[in-house]
């Protein structure tokens, strides 16, 4: 049981970060579906810096410049779907796509090329990276928890005053759901969809890292992230777009997702199922669940229309 | 030069876009206090006028003077900083935000990092009672009226103090009582000193609230009048550039057997739970014009669209000359006799990056005429669209290839038109066919509906507005709330009478 809860709480964190990003950019009106590519370049950057510092810093400056390097590479990352999306006014969906498959295979290549460096060049190069993670991991009476869980509590915190009690969240709202009664109010609907992208950037990079850092010590980039964020998309849109419900969603895929992790180790070994069920448990509990609630969704109405300011 | 007698004067401009003129060196001077309307046929410019105004286009040349003193607006904002404030045609407020935060939205009062909406809310309430504009602060914009979200756009300017007024067709999409109270606030406005820019097409309002108006006609300033000095059909002549008949040409009707019976139709909502028309039964003959009156999200649009096979029907019976066709396909009922001048002629009338040619035989295009073995027979669609367009007066830039989009409103609406009633069809199925036309243009309209009539067909139309259901239909149903409340024979009740009944304060039961 503890083992459930503990991985519960490890996945609960990162698919909120990660759909509390996704909320901000569509709440600015940008539809992002490169999460996972986001995340995966995130935990990329964070990786590297544990990689290339690990054990020469001092351990909480590490943690530091760790998760600063991944949120802002998250941030770059997004910046390339804001330009597609909001100065080309490209296809959201499209962008998106294009970026998910960018970046595992950037990560790929870079991981590829940093051990064939390290190695001296003779070209037998893996992509897995192996860092020291004990920094990130505290232990508090029967359970291990790791630093994102507090820092997630936070941002959901930041995340829900920032968009309902500021006047910044009030014109990010309005981007989203009518960019023409924004801009006629003298809001540079511009300004604030890159504002949503890069929020959502800084996010998701910090999401990926969270999501690879506290359970290995080893990280094999060709999988990305395994889908956790096309996982954090659902957790969003089945959080309707609102920080607390986000939270309690994540949960929710979480302990789906955590199944899989204990299915070997407690009582659901006896049932005989294989593994590969409760891996796919959470995606096709998403699939029920967004047929299901699809129909009175939220969804911020302007997401995923390229604004123009001519156009009337 | 400091205390001119203008607030705004709009000098000599000139807005050319790429191949045409939009404004051809148009004066417009704004007296402070003043109603002052902006007549004009569609596309004559109106409305890139007050985008100049308003800072969204800029003139490429001529001049704006506030209070004798020249200026630049660039953008919205600079507007704003010049106190013009600006009702848009669509309103432009943020549908799942209250009404206060729609109102505070840009200049949002803060205390330190938050919103602090305490004063915003005193403020907008005593402007509300000032101006007698009712309105529920923390009310979703989504849960109220048409009318009390124009109330929020007009709380909107005054809460930025602004001065100069534009309204932008504010009465279309009005109930006459809701219009009433509008001229009721516009003046309210012009006597506290706001001054005021009306843009429309509607004489009747023109005459009632306006001390001057300026019309325009292809771009051109026609002149500027004065209201008392002037008469209904003096400024539509100077309009249109010729004389119009406001009174609809028609014989008493002639009514023959039944087209369209339809028994206890109910048609569920897309939008809410309910139903969005109720148990509606009545009949349509050859040779008569029935309206459907009410106003705009009583289940007309449902009604309509279940008749003519956009949408299904959950229970009762459709029958369309003796066929039940409540099941039938749209393009069965297209070939048994029935037209349909849809309500959104470019999401249901016209596919807009067609050309004009390829729009006129949409529902035709397989007949032998049009095609042989799968190929479309383009010789024999040019031929046709040219005797569609010289039959019907369809003006376009380049004729049958022309894309449907680049025409004028009013001329997709006559090729819409020309399509349906050149089928020769039993019945016509009208949704607001002169919605956001001119007179010219409506008078046109209208003459084809009463010429159907009279060739013994029947007319079935869907009108808002209130002087089209009086003249031009033989009998008029009121459409309340998905349910048809009432009948009436227009030669014998007033448009107030029917008012009430669209308001749903009145109601004969059958």
Known sequence: MFLLLKYTLLYAVVLMLVALGGMFSERSGVINIALEGIMAIGGLAGIIVLVLFGGKMPAAALVLVSILASAIAGVLYSLLLGFSAITLKADQTIGGTALNMLATAAAVVIVKAYNNAAAGGNGSASSKLSYSNTEFIFNAGPLTYNIFLIIGVILLIVAYVFLYKTKYGLRLRSCGEHPQAADSVGINVYKWRYAGVMISGFLGGLGGFAYIVPSVSTWNFEVGVTGFGFLALAVMIFGQWKPFRIAGAAVFFAIFKSLANIADATFLSNLHLSKNIYDMMPFIASMIILAFTSKNSQAPKAEGIPYDKGAR | ?510
């Open chain 2, 1 to 510: 030069m400091g205390n001119s007698e203008y607030i705004i004067e709009m000098l000599n401009i000139t807005k050319e876009f790429p191949g045409i003129k939009a404004n051809d060196n148009v004066t417009l001077q704004l007296k402070k206090g003043e109603i002052h309307a902006l007549l004009g046929e569609n596309g004559a410019g109106k409305s890139t006028l007050m985008s100049i105004l308003f800072g969204l286009y800029q003139p490429t040349s001529g001049m704006i003077k506030k209070n004798g003193k020249e200026v630049k607006i660039n953008n919205p904002n600079d507007a704003n900083a010049l106190n013009i404030g600006m009702v848009h045609q669509h309103f432009k407020l943020v549908e799942c935000f209250s009404v206060l935060d729609n109102i505070i939205l840009g200049i949002e009062p803060t205390k330190g990092l938050f919103l602090s909406k305490k004063g915003a809310r005193e403020k907008v309430t005593a402007l509300s009672d000032k101006y007698g504009l009712k309105v529920n602060p923390d009310a979703l914009v989504s849960d109220i009226t048409v009318g009390m979200q124009q109330r929020t756009e007009i709380l909107k300017m005054l809460y930025r103090d602004n001065e100069i007024l534009i309204f932008d067709e504010p009465t279309a999409v009005l109930t006459p009582q809701e219009i009433d109270e509008l001229m009721k606030i516009m003046k309210n406005l012009a006597n506290e000193g706001k001054s005021i820019l009306f843009i429309t097409h509607k004489l009747n309002e023109i005459m009632a609230i306006s001390d001057r108006c300026t019309i325009l006609r292809k771009g051109k300033c026609i002149g500027t009048v004065n209201i008392k000095d002037t008469t209904k059909e003096e400024l539509s002549r100077m309009m249109v550039g010729r004389n119009v008949s406001f009174k609809v040409d028609k014989k008493p009707a002639n009514v023959k057997e039944t087209v369209l019976k339809v028994e206890n139709m109910t048609v569920p909502s897309k939008v809410h739970k309910n139903n969005a028309v109720k148990n509606v039964s009545f009949e349509v003959h050859r040779g008569e014009i029935v309206c459907i009156a009410g106003i705009d999200g009583n289940g007309q649009t449902e009604l309509v669209h279940a008749l003519t096979g956009l949408e299904k029907i959950s229970s009762g019976t459709v029958w369309f000359d003796g066929a039940d066709i409540s099941k039938a396909s749209i393009r069965e009922r297209s070939k048994s006799g029935m037209s349909h001048i849809p309500e959104d002629r470019h999401k249901h009338g016209l596919v807009l990056d067609y050309t004009l040619e390829q729009n006129m035989v949409l529902q035709r295009y397989w007949e032998s005429d049009f095609q042989k073995a799968g190929f479309i027979k383009q010789g024999a669609v040019r031929e046709y669209a040219e005797r569609l367009i010289e039959q019907y007066d369809v003006r376009s830039g380049q004729g049958p290839v022309t894309i449907a989009r680049s025409m004028s409103g009013g001329n997709q609406q006559k090729a819409i038109i020309a399509r349906e009633i050149d089928k020769n069809p039993d019945l016509l199925v009208a949704v607001q066919p002169t919605r956001g036309l001119d007179v010219g243009a409506i008078e046109y309209i209208h003459k084809q509906l009463v010429a159907q009539r009279d060739k013994g067909k029947a007319v079935l139309l869907v009108s808002l507005e209130l002087d089209e259901v009086m003249d031009v239909s033989d009998r008029i149903l009121v459409m309340y709330e998905g349910e048809l409340v009432g009948e009436l024979d227009p030669e014998k009740t007033t448009v107030e009478e029917l008012g009430l009944y669209m308001a749903g304060a009145k109601r004969t039961t059958a």
